[in-house]
């Protein structure tokens, strides 16, 4: 919930000054009229002031239409000669459709304002004052365009580079998962090997123990399919990476000690039967990466860690009561909450995180492993 409101404040900051900024205009033009009423009927410099100024304060929502209004309506002021100042409520609206408007629509526009605007100054102003003000208002509205496509070309480049960010924390989130069930797969696969050795080694003098050794390679081959059907679209460049022994639910304890010595008690709840290796390897990163988070973004705070371990599936719930927003990516070698869902992605299961409607944030995900 804090975090909406962040993000809502910049919007309300902006959708303000536009309403200040209409305002103003309108008060300005309504004080033009009043000064040319002798020549303009009043209520009309009034109802031009309105269509002038007002509609600016909607300019964000409605680009291309405020723009149409406001100009429209300041060529007829300046015909009239209402208008005393070089069309900066033109240059106002052109501004936000040069933002983010598409282009040719936006050239369009700028086109529309200085055709309409240098037909007005000529018509209204005296020779040789047309010339000069006219050629201001060219340069005033020319550089409100140039300065909204600017905007538009930066913040386009700022979400290509936040996309293809994002893509590269996903592929090298998915190169570390392949990395770490290596192990779990090498490890079913020398096994098969040294089963299978001993039961051609006995076969015929020592049945039994041969046929406990194939039983054996059938249940570990049956793991490492259901494995490697996992690990099929998961790329892995670094095949030389050292591999070390893997954790699991029996580490749990330990991490959310240190979690703890940090200044986040951590409050751990393991219930059901045991897990595959890999499963257990998913579950750890989980719940490591979700306490990391507490403890990087919301400490001082308490959490609650729940791991429910049913017949076909995992759940696990990490609570806490803190304050922060958390992170999106993986920053400085860590997972993040991206890294997480692709974990979870790998088995077909459920992810969810966000601020709790109490306070705090939650982490929950169900990992299938029948």
Sequence with gaps: MRSRFVRWLPTAYLFALD??????????????????????PLWFGYALAVLIGLPLAVRRKWPLAVFGVVVVAQTVATTVHITLEPFVPTAFALYMVAAVVAHKRAVGALVCSLVLSAVSIFIGEPWPDDIGLAAFVVLLSGGAWALGRSTQVRRGYAERQAAEHAARAVVDERMRIARELHDVVAHSLSLIAVKAGIANHVAAEQPEQAQEALQVIETASRSTLVEMRRLLGVLRSDSDAELAPMPGLADLPGLLGRASMAGVPVELSVTGGQLPEAVGLTVFRIVQESVTNVVKHAAPARCAVVVEVGEAAVRISVTDDGPGERVLGSTGGGHGLIGMRERVAVYGGTFSAGPRGDGGFQVSAEVPFA
């Design 19 to 40: 309403v200040v900024a209409g305002v103003a205009v309108t008060v300005t033009y309504l004080g033009f009229a009043e000064q040319r009423a002798a020549t303009v």
